[in-house]
């Protein structure tokens, strides 16, 4: 079972690694577009903090980018300059410090009933707000080691260094890690094959 403190310090955990990351980079590194499809780190952290927007939402709290979020959303067209709407590097990091806050304090409100609350997604399937903030984390880790990436694309060429930091930070978390995993496990099943967990509430506070 992953407790509120286990999915507050995973969520934190991202913001760690992203802010390892983008150490000494530049808003104009943040722009640089990868030689392949895909976009710029500067995109991929404003689609992580307008993310959490959509679980802080969940979680029974207002969204705070509002418009902002808007240059960052799903299939929203690559970033190739500072054009209106796109964010500074400094301020998308500092949305995510504001978010994780905010994250925190919504996660630790939240009971057995609140987790176990059914919504309607996608194509209106129905989930728990706790399947449904598992699956926006993911998505969210899934776009954080992406970063690794965009460090190495601005010319740093420090992985060997920043790898040994994430191993620490990471062997820190082992439990953790362990129980995501786990509950990862549950979420797939559920998702593919329709086939719900058992009914014990997807997150218990700590």
């Known amino acids: 079972m992953i407790s509120a403190n286990d999915l ?3 969520f934190a955990r991202n913001v760690n ?11 104009e590194d943040s722009l640089r577009q990868p030689p392949f499809r895909g ?17 802080l939402e969940l979680l029974g709290e207002q969204p705070k980018m509002g418009t902002l979020g808007a240059r960052y959303k799903r299939g929203s067209e690559p970033l190739t300059d500072a054009s209106d709407g796109v964010l500074r590097l400094d301020e998308l990091l500092t949305w995510l410090d504001r978010a994780q806050e905010r994250l925190a304090a919504a996660i630790a409100r939240m009971d057995d009933t609140a987790w176990a609350r059914e919504v309607t997604v996608g194509n209106n399937r129905k989930t728990t707000v706790g399947q449904r903030v598992f699956f926006l984390y993911f998505h969210e880790t899934y776009h954080v080691g992406q970063t690794e990436l965009f460090r190495q694309l601005a ?10 930091n994430l191993s620490q930070l990471s062997s820190c978390h082992t439990q953790h890690a362990r129980a995501l995993a786990r ?7 559920h998702h593919f094959l329709h086939t719900p967990p058992s009914p014990v509430p997807p997150f218990s506070p700590a």
């Open 8 to 10: 507050t310090d995973a």
């Open 39 to 55: 976009n710029c780190l500067n995109w991929v952290l404003g689609h992580i903090a307008e993310n959490r927007d959509h679980i």
């Open 155 to 164: 010319g740093k060429d420090d992985n060997e260094r920043f790898t040994h």
């Open 183 to 189: 509950r990862g496990r549950h979420a797939a099943r």
């Open 17 to 27: 690694i992203v802010k390892m990351q983008t150490k000494d980079l530049t808003h």
